[in-house]
């Protein structure tokens, strides 16, 4: 069971605009880095972001971070058919000595 | 290019063990932590392990502890994962990854494509 939690399914339009929440505590979100995971079906996980909110060279500036407090959002603007894939919060829990992933959202392009 | 390759998956019985490496190439592989992570099938990813730059310091998920021993050799720029006593729940593609900073807690900013263990009599 995982410590961080995220919606299961977000959809919106093409060109439309997509946030997905990930809800933690004190002793992960809210005293740690948070980065976000792409994963494509049948493809390896892909860094999009981290540090919150830095995106690594290559990302577009479409894919966004935030942080406030205990809680981490990811924001996809100028939605596209390629988005479609599961995305994944991830962090380090200073409790459990041990990385910790989001339960997941699927995005769907309507 | 930084590229991770994954191998030795396959079928186990339960109670098995099987051995997982990592070849890494294309950065300075004694320069940064590693990571294994899971993926059960259909399900979300689960993180394992880490190991620091020297093996000095190692970190894993409760439900591994004492069972999976994770491992590297810097001067083949390879990792592993040690996995004992396997069981069903264990089945997943095995991920190794590299953490983006120089301390357990960073990004896992690199992925290798994965390897496969099934657990099954």
């Known amino acids: 069971q995982s410590v961080l939690t995220q919606p299961p399914s977000v959809s919106a339009a093409p060109g439309q605009k997509v946030t997905i929440s990930c809800s933690g505590s004190s002793s992960n979100i809210g005293n740690n880095y948070v980065s976000w995971y792409q994963q494509l079906p049948g493809t390896a996980p892909k860094l999009l972001i981290c540090?919150?909110?830095k995106r690594p060279s290559g990302i577009p500036d479409r894919f966004s971070g935030s942080k406030s407090g205990t809680s981490a959002t990811l924001g996809i603007t100028g939605l596209q058919t390629g988005d479609e894939a599961d995305y994944y919060c991830?962090?380090?829990?200073?409790?459990?000595?041990?990385?910790?992933f989001g339960t997941g959202t699927k995005v769907t392009v309507l | 290019e930084v590229q991770l390759v994954e191998s030795g998956g396959g079928l186990v019985q339960p109670g098995g063990s099987l051995r997982l490496s990592c070849a890494a190439s294309g950065f300075t592989f004694s320069s940064y932590w590693m990571s294994w992570v899971r993926q059960a099938p259909g399900k979300g990813l689960e993180w394992v392990a880490n190991?620091?730059?020297?093996?000095?310091?190692?970190y894993y998920v409760v439900s591994v502890k004492g069972r999976f021993t994770i491992s590297r050799d810097n001067a083949k720029s390879s990792l592993y994962l040690q996995m004992d006593s396997l069981r069903a729940e264990d089945t997943a593609v095995y991920y190794c990854?590299?953490?983006?900073?120089?301390?357990?807690?960073?990004?896992?900013?690199?992925w290798g494509q994965g390897t496969l263990v099934t657990v099954s009599s």
């Open positions: 540090d919150n909110n």
């Open positions: 990854a590299r953490v983006g900073v120089s301390a357990a807690i960073g990004e896992l900013d690199h």
């Open positions: 991830g962090t380090w829990d200073s409790s459990l000595s041990a990385y910790v």
């Open positions: 190991i620091k730059q020297d093996g000095s310091e190692k």
